[in-house]
């Protein structure tokens, strides 16, 4: 049998996060909330986490996206060390490898919906992408084509997380990280959106999705890791 040489696995390691704690202050109290969190993510899984509300998915999530630091422990991202690399770096790598489905959308509201997913690529692009086509493209793929031009205001709640899932993709990025990316979609639409990180996930991406919903992990994910009490309580492969 072929032996796997150890510096290929940690090549394949997109995610590293090493006895991460996350502490939040309110006022006086200091509160815990990651305790010490031990995640490995391999190229091209696809990997759900679960747990009650208040555990510290969402926590988790930005500090793996590198949108906050940890209080203790480090996250290795694509092989870099979030803490020794420069701002600069950093925003590099968040803006082409990372796309990012938020809980809460954050959609820009002054900007029309093909105007929040072409947003990233003002920041960072790929090179000989006509971007304007490519989003497009993406709010086809998630049924908007009716609904380029209106603002945030404008859409419903189902109709602004295909926005946030459009603007997510448009830098073809390696890793998907997407937070409850159907908790406002109706059971059609959010199987639709399912498919589409399915065949992404087919094609290479690595995807990382928080959800409540025990039988989207279990049908779509290769893998659940369940977060309680600021520890992985359970980290199981699902037999597909
Ligand atoms: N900026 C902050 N300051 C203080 N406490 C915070 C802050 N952000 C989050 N928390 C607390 O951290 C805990 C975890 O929050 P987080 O958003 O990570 O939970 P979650 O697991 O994503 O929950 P949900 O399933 O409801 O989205 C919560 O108890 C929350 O009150
Ligand atoms: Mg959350």
Do not use: W
Request: proline share 4%; net charge negative.
């Amino acid at each position: 049998m072929e032996t796997i040489p150890v510096e290929n696995i940690e090549e394949r390691a997109v995610v590293r996060a090493t006895d991460v704690c996350r502490d939040y202050q309110v006022g006086e109290m200091t509160i815990p909330i990651l305790k010490s969190v031990n995640l490995l993510v391999k190229e091209g899984e696809f990997v759900a986490i679960m747990g009650p509300s208040g555990s510290g998915k969402s926590t988790l999530m930005n500090l793996i996206g590198c949108l906050d630091r940890p209080t203790c422990g480090t996250v290795v991202l694509m092989g870099k060390d979030v803490n020794m690399i420069s701002d600069n770096e950093l925003a590099r790598l968040r803006g082409l490898e990372i796309g990012f489905v938020f809980q809460s959308f954050n959609l820009v509201p002054r900007l029309t919906a093909i105007e929040n997913v072409e947003l990233p690529t003002y920041a960072n692009s790929r090179s000989g992408v006509d971007n304007r086509k490519h989003a497009i493209e993406l709010l086809e793929l998630v049924g908007l084509e009716d609904r380029m031009n209106y603002r945030p205001t404008e859409l419903s709640g189902g109709q602004s997380q295909r926005v946030a899932v459009a603007r997510a993709l448009i830098n073809d990025p390696s890793l998907i990280l997407a937070d409850e990316p159907t908790g406002n979609l109706d059971s059609k639409t959010g199987k639709e959106i399912m498919d589409l990180f399915t065949d992404l996930n087919k094609r290479g991406r690595t995807i990382i999705m928080i959800t409540h919903d025990p039988n989207l992990a279990e049908k779509y994910a290769d893998r659940v890791v369940y977060l309680k009490d600021g520890y992985i309580e359970s980290n199981n492969d699902v037999a597909n």
